[in-house]
C-alpha cells in the first residue's frame, strides 16, 4: 500500500507561477499513469495532466501550453510546473496513480489559489 504526499500549493498572484510536487512512499510499481486532477468548489474532480509509464503525456485543454507535467521514476515522483496560472486555476490539486487492475492512489490534496 503506497502514500502520496504532495507539496508545493499556495497562493500566488495572476500570472505567477507553482511547482506540485507528489512522491508516493511504499511500491508504485505496475501502475499506467501519474497525474494531477483538480476540483474547484462546486465542480467536478477534472484531470489536468497525466504521464504514462511510457512517457507520454496528456493535458487538460484548458492548461495546455502552461502547465508542464513531468516524473522522477528513481524517486516516484511526479511533479506538475504551473506557469501563467489564471485566477480560473484555483482548486485543491490530487495527485493520482492509476492502475489498470487495481484501485488508484489518491494524494490529500493542496490547494492552489490564484488572485485576480
Known amino acids: 500500500q503506497a502514500q502520496l504526499v504532495e507539496s508545493g500549493g499556495g497562493l500566488v498572484q495572476a500570472g505567477g507561477s507553482l511547482r506540485l510536487s507528489c512522491s508516493a512512499s511504499?511500491?508504485?510499481?505496475?501502475?499506467?499513469?501519474m497525474g494531477w486532477y483538480r476540483q474547484a468548489p462546486g465542480h467536478q474532480r477534472e484531470l489536468v495532466a497525466a504521464?504514462?509509464?511510457?512517457?507520454?503525456?496528456n493535458y487538460a485543454d484548458s492548461v495546455k501550453g502552461r502547465f508542464t507535467i513531468s516524473r522522477d521514476n528513481a524517486k516516484d515522483t511526479v511533479y506538475l510546473q504551473m506557469n501563467s496560472l489564471k485566477p480560473e486555476d484555483t482548486a485543491v490539486y490530487y495527485c493520482?496513480?492509476?492502475?489498470?487492475?487495481?484501485?488508484?492512489?489518491w494524494g490529500q490534496g493542496t490547494q492552489v489559489t490564484v488572485s485576480s
Open positions: 493520482n496513480v492509476h492502475y489498470s487492475y487495481k484501485t488508484d492512489y
Open positions: 504521464i504514462t509509464r511510457g512517457g507520454s503525456t
Open positions: 511504499g511500491s508504485i510499481f505496475g501502475y499506467n499513469s
